[in-house]
């Protein structure tokens, strides 16, 4: 007995935690599922056929979220026979096994190297009545060659590498997510202009280090060139790109950044601690004045450039002395935001064994200190833009306040979130939609700008959202490197269907 109705398809949940790269793996989760026939249920919809649940392992409480949620699934799955629960990403790759032991209602456990196993594994676990638990140690296909179902129609993650060769000291990823692996520049390129095809106007590229991009085809200005070429994409108006290494960060990428007008001047390079014993004890191979120099040439090149980052506080052995040069760092690289974090140990890095962990009410206390000095840096440098014009690509759910507010939200070209009022264009401008507008005020996490739009352009994308359709796009060409002639390169897909 299934809970779908006789003849009626089966119904899916997504449920979606950690990075972008796992906000992208469930649009391909998203994807498979569909082309297998399964149709999304409605967000309120409490009974869904099935439910996959993508999972993180960065965060301390990664485990006790995940199996509170599972806990909280099994009196609805008891009373809907039939309904299947599926449990993969990051905290699959390392619990394996675990997690049926623990949770023995979940029917399918899936890694993060194969998740185009996922509809395969669904049907066998309905058809033996019992758990299937698959997980690859190395990718069987690189994701992109699976079928996406896009979230958005303005803006679309495309991912150009998958793994990590670096070994941070307090990160799990290489061990969950592999060996780097790097598509090569034309299987890239197909899929941003299917994307572009289809309506989006924005493009992140995607990778765990994505200017290490190149290192398995022996190209170390890859990167650098693959912005280029995007800058010859018609119809492309914002390429982004995350999240680059310091280690690897050099000054072609900026020459290009600065070279190509639809590559926005936003930066988002994870710092994760300004001591250089911090550094070394992290084993992250730049020292905060290599750090500084990158940014101090990114704004030679680029002023108006807004630069994000990663910060950690509390790392094992992190002394007073230590946080205070954090606090320098960041008041000289003047960020328009920053994500800052509390040291979590995790079983299995080289970090969670070391001596010196510090106490919780010290970290505590580093952290609010810390988030101080970020806000009083953003807020002052968010009002240097107030009386400035800006350029919003139009959003969905970005502003928790537009309905009660009467505005609606984007973001402008360097990434800061803009509220503004729409005036006369009221119901008019639609998420994908472009508008300029005048800042009226700052805040240290977003801008208002509450006058009359200046201009407003109808996209493509606009029109996508207005018609309720979704970028789909199927598979293109395995990204990894391959013997012999290179296969032709596909048709593009038109229409609608950190560290």
């Not at 989760?29 to 099935?50: C, H, M, T």
């Not at 058809?127 to 679309?156: C, K, Q």
């Amino acid at each position: 007995m299934t809970t779908a109705a006789a003849g009626s398809p089966r119904t899916y949940q997504v449920r979606t935690y950690g990075c972008q790269m796992n906000v992208h793996d469930s649009e391909r989760i998203s994807g498979l599922l569909e082309q297998a026939g399964y149709v999304r249920a409605a967000e309120v919809d409490g009974n869904p056929d099935v439910v996959v649940f993508n999972t993180c392992a960065v965060r301390e409480n990664a485990d006790n979220r995940l199996y509170g949620n599972l806990g909280h699934l099994r009196p609805v799955k008891d009373k809907h026979p039939g309904m299947q629960i599926a449990v993969g990403g990051c905290l699959a790759q390392k619990d394996r096994g675990d997690i049926v032991r623990k949770a023995p209602w979940v029917d399918v456990v899936f890694g993060t190297h194969n998740i185009g196993s996922l509809p395969a594994l669904l049907e066998r676990a309905r058809h033996n009545a019992a758990a299937e638990v698959e997980i690859l140690e190395s990718l069987d296909v690189f994701p992109s060659t699976l079928p996406t179902r896009r979230e958005s129609t303005y803006a679309g993650w495309v991912s150009i590498s998958v793994g990590c060769n670096n070994t941070c000291t307090f990160c799990i990823v290489p061990s969950l997510r592999g060996k780097e692996k790097d598509r090569r520049p034309g299987d890239v390129l197909a899929e941003v202009r299917a994307l572009v095809d289809s309506g989006v106007l924005e493009v992140t590229l995607l990778g765990q280090n994505v200017n290490s991009y190149g290192v398995e085809f022996g190209d170390r200005l890859a990167f650098g060139k693959l912005l280029r070429a995007c800058g010859e994409i018609e119809g492309l108006e914002r390429v982004r790109f995350t999240s680059p290494h310091p280690k690897d960060f050099t000054d072609d990428v900026i020459a290009a950044m600065a070279e190509t007008p639809n590559v926005c001047h936003s930066l988002h390079m994870p710092l994760q601690s300004g001591s250089d014993d911090v550094l070394k004890a992290m084993r992250r191979s730049y020292r905060s004045e290599k750090y500084l120099g990158i940014i101090e040439r990114v704004r030679a090149a680029m002023p108006d450039a807004a630069i994000t980052t990663d910060i950690i506080v509390g790392f094992p052995g992190e002394t007073e002395a230590d946080f205070q040069r954090t606090l320098d760092v960041v008041r000289e690289a003047r960020f328009s935001s920053a994500f800052t974090f509390q040291y979590s140990k995790r079983p299995g890095t080289p970090a969670a064994t070391m001596p010196d962990q510090l106490p919780k009410q010290v970290v505590q206390e580093r952290y609010e200190r810390l988030i101080a000095t970020v806000e009083e840096i953003t807020w002052a440098e968010n009002r240097k833009l107030v009386g400035q014009q800006v350029e919003v690509l139009v959003a969905v759910g970005e502003g928790r306040k537009d309905e009660r507010t009467g505005r609606m939200s984007g973001r402008a070209r360097d990434g800061r979130l803009v509220h503004f009022d729409v005036g006369s264009l009221a119901g008019q401008v639609r998420p994908g939609d472009i508008v300029h507008t005048t800042v009226t005020y700052a805040a240290p996490h977003h801008l208002n700008a509450d006058g009359e739009p200046l201009a407003h352009r109808r996209t493509r994308a606009g029109d996508a959202a207005e018609a309720g359709r979704a970028p789909r796009t199927p598979g293109v060409l395995l990204g990894l490197p391959t013997v012999g002639a290179p296969a032709a390169a596909p048709a593009p897909a038109t229409g609608c269907a950190a560290h």
